[in-house]
């Protein structure tokens, strides 16, 4: 897949994505009637974003399902470690991938089954992980990229920084400083131990490191320590995006509470 086919393939999906999000303004009350036999019924934005969004999440989970059998032929720390979506370098770990179908169903479990605001906060949750990590990616090997190499990487952030602007236009209240920016703080000193390190990755898009062709494997693939810290980048990602749901669901409960009693 070449840069400008790259770049092309995340601009469509950046179209298809802000024409979903103009359909679904206020999915929480916004209908649609459905003629059907005579009978009108009307259909909430909400469990149509619903329905729509959970396709692509249960497809990432279904992947991962059928993975049983190379799953039960290696040891656990293998599975998180260096088992990839695809058996070429162009596959991610898939114990990363994995992280954001959960995170999509654990927001759909605790916002009442809200499609559009979880696959928002998946993609927010791509967006904080993938923004600062690029800094000192491009920090470290940006030296040996050509324009392509950067077009590949570039079309990619402006598809997830879209994502990431509905979200916070959308939901500001949802972000709460305290709890998210201490988290955000501990993944950015965790990026900067990494950076000191050397910052080593696995696969790189550039033809002058790697040794094959797409998304290229380094001479640390293999390295335990390299894949450690590519893979602990997301588990500490994901812990602060749980924690902060947790803390604003617990917080719009007790309002609720209050509001009913009142």
Not at 15 to 26: D, G, K, N, P, Y
Not at 117 to 130: I, K, N, R
Not at 150 to 160: L, P, Y
């Amino acid at each position: 897949m070449d840069a400008a086919y790259q770049a092309s393939y995340y601009l469509c999906a950046l179209a298809i994505f802000l024409l979903f999000s103009f359909f679904f303004i206020e999915p929480r009350w916004n209908t649609t009637k459905i003629l059907i036999q005579t009978k009108t019924y009307r259909v909430r934005h909400r469990d149509i974003a619903m329905c729509l969004t959970s396709i692509p999440f249960m497809y990432l989970l279904i992947g991962f399902l059928l993975q049983s059998p190379e799953l039960l032929r290696h040891s656990v720390s293998y599975n998180i470690f260096f088992l990839r979506t695809q058996d070429n370098v162009n596959g991610a770990h898939y114990f990363d991938y994995l992280m954001i179908p959960i995170m999509y169903f654990i927001a759909l479990f605790l916002f009442d089954f809200d499609g559009f605001y979880s696959a928002l906060t998946a993609g927010f949750l791509a967006f904080v992980h993938e923004s600062i990590w690029f800094v000192f990616y491009y920090l470290t090997y940006g030296q040996y990229f050509n324009s392509n190499e950067a077009i590949w990487d570039f079309s990619f952030i402006i598809f997830i920084s879209t994502v990431a602007f509905i979200y916070v236009k959308k939901y500001p209240s949802r972000i709460k400083t305290k709890v998210f920016g201490l988290g955000v703080a501990c993944y950015v000193l965790f990026l900067e131990l990494w950076y000191s390190q050397g910052f080593k990755v696995t696969v790189i898009n550039n033809t002058s490191i790697g040794n094959v062709k797409n998304f290229l494997s380094t001479v640390w693939y293999w390295d335990k320590s390299t894949n450690e810290f590519e893979v602990f980048s997301w588990i500490i990602i994901f812990c602060v995006f749980l924690l902060n749901l947790f803390y604003v669901r617990n917080r719009e409960k007790i309002r609720e509470k209050n509001l009913y009693l009142v």
